[in-house]
């Protein structure tokens, strides 16, 4: 039975495999790594909004509705978030990251990584820190941050650089000032944009490949079942340089064998370091 006034599908409104298999079908995306819990919330959310009272007419409706696959997949891959959102994170990152991050030669690149990117208030408030940390001797640096996400369509409103308001609210107004144009929307300067480059990558399916000296990953890993998890701190490990930085954030825990590769930097913030 559905609860239209609560948040689950429960266990009574069908077995969740048609809609495994049919949005396998139609995207090449695996949903079996997400929580149960989690994938029937949000499929509740389709059912109530489509009157279907089970999965099982649901993958029906699925199937005749050419716009449904977008408003689930939508439903599916929250993107909740602003700029510096949690700023106590981000003041952990530029005390106890940024310090060893930009010791090196201006020549020596350093490479940032922002996992689960949404529309790209968090690599854009990286790279506003780090504008802010470096000041002019931004110039002669060769900084990248690379922001990922499963979901095109997010990525590409994250390529525009346009913002609402409300996702400025943990913003500091003189940075508001200096880092944004205000007209339709709030568009973040050309010379913040360009450090960021967005591309999409499903963090469950597909390997990450490269070299960070910073990883950033907030509110991903709560909707992912243990294992998957661990698989993928285990990629974090692969990917970052030894001595490199990964920052979960307070929401999230390092699980796995994979945290042996690590040392605790801020253990409110989960901040870790791989050994060198
Ligand atoms: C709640 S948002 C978090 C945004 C930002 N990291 C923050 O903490 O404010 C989670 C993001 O993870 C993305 N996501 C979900 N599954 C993913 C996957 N398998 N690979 C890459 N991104 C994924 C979603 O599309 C969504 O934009």
Known sequence: MISLKGQDVSEDAGNLDPLHRA??????????PYKEKFL?????????????????????????????????????????????RNPSTFRAVEEKVFPDLFAGPPSRPVR????????????????????????????????????????????????????????LKELDPSLEKKYFVKNASYRIVPGIRKMV????????????????????????????????QEQIVEHFSRVLR??????????????GPAREAFEVVDARERIYRKAG
């Open 197 to 228: 480059k967005f591309h999409r990558l499903d963090i469950l399916m597909d390997p990450p490949a490269g070299e960070y000296d910073f990883i950033l990953c907030r509110n991903l890993l709560i909707y992912i079942e243990r294992k998957p």
């Open 40 to 84: 029937r919330r949000r499929v509740a959310v389709r059912l109530r909004a489509t009157g279907c009272e089970n999965v099982a007419r649901y993958v029906a409706y699925l199937e005749s509705d050419e716009e449904e696959l977008d408003k689930l997949l939508l439903c599916l891959t929250i993107h909740v978030s602003s700029f510096f």
């Open 23 to 32: 949005v396998y079908r139609k995207t090449g995306m695996d949903l079996h």
């Open 242 to 255: 030894p001595g490199g930085f990964l920052a979960l954030g307070r929401t999230e825990v390092l699980v």
């Open 112 to 167: 940032l990584w922002s996992v689960g990117c949404a529309r790209g208030e968090e690599p854009y408030s990286l790279a506003i820190l780090i504008s802010e940390y470096l000041g002019e001797d931004l110039r002669g640096r060769n900084v990248r941050i690379e922001a990922i996400d499963i979901d095109e369509k997010i990525l590409e409103e994250a390529k525009g650089g346009g913002f609402r308001k409300s996702q």
